[in-house]
């Protein structure tokens, strides 16, 4: 079970998924049910990835990384497979797990913080060439990707990251996700106990927010800054992402009446923005545009009425999917 995988995916490790195939009559039927169960397999991996990385363009590359490596086996060895889901989950956790770690030393050299990536809801996804309407790519939103929530994962370590989400997440079973990422079960219990206290030091969680983020809408669009202060949380932070391609603060905005000034003088350097009501990574948030391209995915955490945190993605590099929405 915990046999370390070779470098493409292949090698020893797969063959605790395998089975004999009697005859070449039955390599071809298991060849193409397996096929179909593989990519069956293809919103599941999306979500799980999505979830690890905190950015789909990633997440979307690793999957394919697995397929790869999946579609380079030789067709009997395919068909020997058990379960396509459990292999592809493995090789796809153990690439998360090294993008991860070179994620870190990227995110140290990004101009200003950095956020995950924005979703919108299933039916506000962009159509084009660029991002085709495939619902198999299309995540579902829940409480797992909400902006706080993955922006808590982003303090974990690669490992916590990888087992919090196989099994707090997913719920996969602490001796699977110990093949999958080569630990002990005891080891991988750890790591999910010290992501869970990470967890539950983060802030408290949203509570319902459409009716305050719709006043907050019009309070930014009329500039109020007196309504704005007194929708946010006195303590309340905004962080911002341009990645050094747009315009952003690159530190954190703390207090509300800072975030209320800040949010009057943006209505005025930007006049012609429209702000749109959007449901962000699951959440009532807002969208902001301009001549029909998006310049802001907004996503607010709403805490007793007040909103205590605003996520700000403006890295155009991450809006892609919302600009046609």
Same mark, same amino acid.
């Given at each position: 079970?915990?046999?370390?995988?070779?470098?493409?995916?292949?090698?020893?490790?797969?063959?605790?998924?395998?089975?004999?195939?009697?005859?070449?009559?039955?390599?071809?039927?298991?060849?193409? #049910?397996?096929?179909?169960?593989?990519?069956?397999?293809?919103?599941?991996?999306?979500?799980?990835?999505?979830?690890?990385?905190?950015?789909?363009?990633?997440?979307?590359?690793?999957?394919?990384? #697995?397929?790869?490596?999946?579609?380079?086996?030789?067709?009997?060895?395919?068909?020997?497979?058990?379960?396509?889901?459990?292999?592809?989950?493995?090789?796809?956790?153990?690439?998360?797990?090294?993008?991860?770690?070179?994620?870190?030393?990227?995110?140290?050299?990004?101009?200003?913080?950095?956020?995950?990536?924005?979703?919108?809801? +299933?039916?506000?996804?962009?159509?084009?060439?660029?991002?085709?309407?495939?619902?198999?790519?299309?995540?579902?939103?829940?409480?797992?990707?909400?902006? #706080?929530?993955?922006?808590?994962?982003?303090?974990?370590?690669?490992?916590?990251?990888?087992?919090?989400?196989?099994?707090?997440?997913?719920?996969?079973?602490?001796?699977?996700?110990?093949?999958?990422?080569?630990?002990?079960?005891?080891?991988?219990?750890?790591?999910?106990?010290?992501?869970?206290?990470?967890?539950?030091?983060?802030?408290?969680?949203?509570?319902?927010?459409?009716?305050?983020?719709?006043?907050?809408?019009?309070?930014?669009? #009329?500039?109020?800054? +007196?309504?704005?202060?007194?929708?946010?949380?006195?303590?309340?932070?905004?962080?911002?992402?341009?990645?050094?391609?747009?315009?952003?603060?690159?530190?954190?905005?703390?207090?509300?009446?800072?975030?209320?000034?800040?949010?009057?003088?943006?209505?005025?350097?930007?006049? +012609?923005?429209?702000?749109?009501?959007?449901?962000?990574?699951?959440?009532?948030?807002?969208?902001?545009?301009?001549?029909?391209?998006?310049?802001?995915?907004?996503?607010?955490?709403?805490?007793?009425?007040?909103?205590?945190?605003?996520?700000?993605?403006?890295?155009?590099?991450?809006?892609?999917?919302?600009?046609?929405?």
């Amino acid at each position: 079970m915990g046999t370390k995988q070779g470098a493409t995916g292949m090698g020893t490790e797969g063959e605790r998924f395998e089975r004999n195939a009697d005859t070449d009559a039955n390599v071809d039927v298991d060849v193409d #049910a397996n096929a179909d169960a593989a990519v069956g397999e293809r919103r599941h991996l999306v979500g799980l990835a999505y979830r690890m990385l905190g950015s789909l363009a990633e997440a979307e590359d690793a999957v394919q990384e #697995a397929y790869a490596r999946w579609y380079a086996q030789a067709p009997e060895r395919r068909a020997a497979i058990v379960s396509p889901g459990a292999w592809l989950t493995t090789v796809l956790s153990r690439v998360c797990l090294d993008v991860l770690g070179s994620a870190r030393v990227r995110r140290e050299r990004y101009v200003g913080e950095w956020l995950p990536e924005p979703l919108p809801d +299933g039916a506000e996804w962009a159509v084009g060439a660029a991002f085709p309407a495939d619902p198999a790519d299309r995540i579902t939103l829940d409480e797992s990707v909400g902006m #706080a929530f993955l922006v808590v994962l982003e303090s974990m370590t690669p490992a916590e990251r990888v087992v919090f989400v196989l099994h707090d997440v997913f719920r996969y079973p602490f001796p699977e996700i110990a093949a999958i990422v080569d630990r002990s079960p005891a080891a991988c219990r750890q790591l999910a106990s010290s992501a869970r206290r990470r967890v539950g030091a983060a802030p408290a969680r949203t509570t319902g927010s459409a009716v305050v983020v719709r006043e907050f809408r019009q309070a930014w669009e #009329a500039k109020d800054i +007196g309504a704005l202060v007194g929708l946010l949380d006195p303590s309340a932070v905004m962080v911002a992402d341009g990645g050094g391609l747009v315009s952003a603060v690159v530190r954190p905005v703390e207090g509300g009446e800072r975030i209320a000034q800040y949010l009057a003088q943006m209505a005025e350097w930007a006049p +012609g923005l429209v702000l749109l009501e959007r449901t962000v990574n699951g959440r009532p948030g807002l969208v902001a545009q301009r001549d029909g391209a998006t310049a802001t995915v907004a996503a607010l955490d709403v805490v007793d009425g007040r909103i205590t945190r605003i996520w700000a993605v403006r890295n155009p590099e991450k809006l892609g999917r919302w600009t046609a929405a």
